[in-house]
């Protein structure tokens, strides 16, 4: 037996079962690579789902979580660190956000986007609205934002008052954005429906009509954000300027950290001393860590490597010309191949076997989003390695 399938024989009588039997011991990475327990190397082409903005082991974030845990790990939120206020400075300076405008830290995306809905609660409006496919998060508050059955349906009654609308339709959102709606939350792009990009045009339509009803418009960026796309916020390339702005996943590189950006004065100031708090939230490692991480992303020119290596890994796959590729979806590098059969559970366990991580958002689409530092060098051998797992898949399932 190899030590990982011993390993995971323990887990499953010690972890809760909620992730089923987990694919792999993972034991050391190194840039866009990781080692499994048995020696084996993979290609990482799922970044820990769009997290490891860095990779992994990356000298900068090693640097700066080691320094920080020489210095001070944790505080309480009864007193503030240089990290903290320096991370959410820059935070604010990288969205572009008005004078007036704040940061409130959380540990993780859900818990961000439950900040958020207090925010949308000050309004005074009971409503929210989220979009059809959303994913916001398991919390009880942001699960009834999300719009899966399967994850909703066993936790009702959730929190009342969520409407769920098709994206891309400016009609709809017209007719359910009412004067009882407190926000309207939305993903640039939504990561766990299978990277589906909301058009620039959608966007701004979803400004117009939210600012002319007094609704909020929360852009959760917590899969989008922090150069994954190749912009810093990928709300950005749609010029639109959001009431709230919530983030995670990339902003720590892999330390948890979640944060709610509020715009301007008048958001920022709805939520008022002793309304919301937080034990952990904005801790200096976790700071210093983000820190390191938007730096990082700045000195290596990460955006535009993004941007230049996304568009190069679109256009080879769609290159390839194989039967099963019907197109390739996303923006740098949030990526989904979207296939023509649903074989996409096969070709990533046959990925597997082969080296290669990648996701089945959906049953016809594969996500991948790398660390942001992944070479054209490494995705050419994902890419020369597909059609064979394409064609091995096929078979298998019989299409
Ligand atoms: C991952 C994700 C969340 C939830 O983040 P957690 O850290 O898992 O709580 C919320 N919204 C979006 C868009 C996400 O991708």
Redesign the pocket.
């Known amino acids: 037996m190899s030590v990982g399938s011993e390993l995971l024989d323990r887990y499953e009588h010690a972890v809760l079962g909620v992730f089923g039997r987990p694919a792999l011991v993972l034991d050391h990475g190194e840039g866009a690579w990781v080692w499994d327990v048995d020696g084996r190397r993979y290609l990482d082409l799922l970044g820990g ?2 997290v490891n903005a860095l990779g992994h082991n990356h000298p900068a974030l090693v640097a700066a979580v080691s320094k920080q845990a020489g210095e001070l790990v944790h505080i309480s939120n009864f007193f503030t660190s240089r990290a903290q206020i320096a991370l959410a400075e820059r935070l604010l300076t990288l969205a572009d956000a008005p004078a007036g405008s704040a940061v409130f830290f959380a540990n ?6 439950e900040a958020a809905i207090k925010l949308a609660r000050r309004t005074g409006r009971p409503g929210l609205v989220a979009l059809e496919g959303a ?5 009880t508050g ?1 699960l009834a934002l999300t719009h899966k059955v399967a994850y909703r349906e066993p936790f009702e009654p959730l929190l009342p008052g969520v409407t769920h609308v098709p994206p891309g339709d400016l009609d709809a959102l017209d007719a359910a954005i009412t004067e009882e709606t407190g926000a309207l939350f939305l ?1 640039p792009i939504l ?2 429906a299978g990277v589906v990009p909301l058009e620039a045009a959608y966007l701004r339509g979803a400004r117009e009509i939210t600012a002319s009803r007094g609704a909020l418009l929360i852009v ?5 954000g922090v150069g994954r796309t190749g912009a810093w916020f990928d709300h950005q390339r749609a010029g639109i300027v959001p009431d709230a702005m ?1 983030l ?2 990339g902003l720590g590189g892999g330390v ?1 950290i ?1 944060a709610l950006v509020a715009f301007g004065s008048a958001v920022a100031t709805s939520l008022t001393p002793g309304q919301h708090g937080t034990t952990f939230g904005g801790n200096p490692l976790a700071a210093a860590t983000a820190l390191a991480v938007l730096d990082t992303i700045e000195n290596e020119g990460l955006l535009a490597h993004a941007t230049a290596v996304g568009e190069y890994l679109a256009r080879r796959v769609e290159g390839l010309g194989h039967p099963l590729v019907a197109g390739v979806r996303g923006r740098g590098l949030l990526r989904a191949i979207v296939l023509t059969e649903p074989v996409a559970p096969a070709v990533a366990a046959l990925a597997r076997e082969a080296g290669f991580l990648v996701n089945p958002v959906a049953p016809d689409a594969l996500r991948l989003a790398p660390p942001l530092v992944v070479t054209t060098a490494d995705l050419d051998l994902f890419v020369d390695a597909l059609p064979a797992l394409l064609d091995a898949a096929a078979e298998s399932e019989g299409h």
Do not use: L
Not at 108 to 113: L, Q, V
Not at 220 to 224: A, L, V, Y
């Open positions: 789902i769009a993780s995306g859900a818990e961000a986007n994913f916001h998060g398991r919390t942001a993903e990561g766990e959760d960026e917590i899969q989008t919530t995670a996943k948890p979640g």
